[in-house]
């Protein structure tokens, strides 16, 4: 049953990263029907991050009263609203306010679905599982680049967006049928419902025993939280600690650079000295599909290597290949050592900077403080994506590929430092046993494995 709840939760995955690769083909679509001034395209282009930190800053708010699974429905109904407003946009300003809906839905999702997940899961699988979120948007790209690519021909923008009402509905329905989290349930006090919940997700039995000991668990972590509990905890130590750590990874993955790549594929590879807008958007899946191969991967690794070492991992794979596009850049080498060199940046990315910040996030909060601090994280991490998304075309024009790739070369290794210093080992580890480490005023980063 946890597979199931991963996959139908995962499902808003794919519409985050369709909603985000859409808008690559779909722009120059909308351009030759639209007036779009250079404002007008970023703000269009944007929309999307802008509403997502909305989202994410009312998501701890929502998940915490509706619980992690209801809340997944009215978002399912956003996607679908926001995609067909956009499929019959008359104006910019129509379609700006379509995207600005799919964001706000992105943005309530990219919290509360790795939270439903990571509460449903065993501990021992919770990192394969909530990594499906991340394998789920890197399909969301790929599928919206191929969408790209099949109908850039016939600049069927229209059909672009209403594509996305597809996975939506699929979301719907599958939600209907899954148990919510029974962490969620045992926090509103519905003991039988949690007992029933973890009965149904684990079949009775479950990788920290049976349904019962993970109830009696649940329990005995919530008797141990404080009452009268405030967003001010937060930022009191010790938990300021885990907050800086959830949003510096998101800030970390983001300044890495990787939505650049994302959303201006075709542009650099253009500025690298491709020959054809064809061969521009042929790469452009290239990188796609390694983005879906590697995280594959990681949820392989996530739970053999374990968080800390993948992402010191990752960190010097970025780090290493952001440096050899910089040097192809600047010694004039040409497309394929640039794209050799990007190919390596994503694949860096996709073990390990992807999925890893959604993994820790949802695994470093004590339950009473998850909803908040997880909100906080996710307001990082679209802030930091629109800020990059935004920045890239003003950066490039300012000081050129080589120099804006330095910067994300150099944030790398920062980050590389940061996940030695910081990050702590969660493979394998209760969320219940991280949350009385937490509660006994010890720093994350002493976290050390079970007895
Ligand atoms: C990031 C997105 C990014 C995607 C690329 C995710 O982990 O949060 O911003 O576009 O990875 O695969």
Known sequence: MHYLVAAVAAISGILFGFDEGIIAGAASALKREFVLTPFLEGLMTAAVPLGAVVGAAVSGRLTGTYGRRRILIPVALLFILGSALAAVADSVWMLVGARTLMGIAVGISSMAAPLYIAETAPKNLRGRLVSTFQLAITVGILVAYLVNLMLAEDDDWRLMFALGIIPAVLLLAGLSRLPESPRWLAQQGRWDDAARAAMRLGGGRSAEGNAEAQVAAIRAALAAEPVGESLATLFRRPMRATVIVAMCLFLLQQLSGINAVIYYAPQIFRATGFASEATELMATVGIGAINVAMTVVAMWLVERLGRRRLLMVGFVGTAVSLAGLVLA????????WSLIALGLFIAAFAVSLGPLPYVLMSEIFPLGMRGAGMSLASISNWGFNFMVVFSFPILLAAIGLAG????????????????????????????????????????LSRLRPED
Request: charged residues 15%; contains cysteine.
């Open 329 to 336: 850049t600047v010694l004039g080498g040409g497309g394929p």
């Open 404 to 443: 804006v790739f330095s910067i994300f070369a150099a944030m790398c290794c920062i980050g590389l430092i940061f996940a030695w210093r910081q990050v702590p080992e969660t493979r394998g580890i209760s969320l219940e046993h991280i949350e009385r480490h937490l509660r006994s005023g010890a720093p």
